[in-house]
C-alpha cells in the first residue's frame, strides 16, 4: 500500500516509529489506519529533508499525546522554514535552467538569446 520497499518498512518499525504495531498470526506487521497515516506525514517529513533524528522525535511527540503538542508544532514550524528557504532557492535555480534553455534554443535558431532576468545569476 505504501510503495515502499519491505526493508524500509521493518527499518521504520524497528526503529520505534509506529510504536507497537499489531501482528498477525504469521507475525507479520499489521498497520492500523492511524499508522498509516504517520507513515505518509513521516514519509513526507523526510522527502522534505528532516533528518531521520527529527522525525524520530516527531514520532516520539505523536505517541506522546496532547502533552507534546507544542513541541510538534515547533518542529515542524522550524521543518517548515527550512523548506520554504530550499523551495525558494530551487525556483530561483529553475529560473535560470528556463533562461539557459532558451539561450541554447535561440542560439540553435540562429537568433539572439533573450534577455537575462536581472535576479538571474551565472
Known sequence: MSGLPVETLRYYDREGFFGDLPRDTGGRRRFTADALGLL??????RRTGMPVEQVKEFAEQIRAGDKQRAGRLALLRAH?????MDLAQLEADL????????????AEDGNDPPPRDAAVRN
Open 40 to 45: 505518509d506525514v513521516l514519509l513526507r517529513l
Open 80 to 84: 517548515r522554514e527550512r523548506v520554504a
Open 95 to 106: 529560473e535560470l535552467i528556463d533562461w539557459k534553455i532558451a539561450a541554447y534554443q535561440a
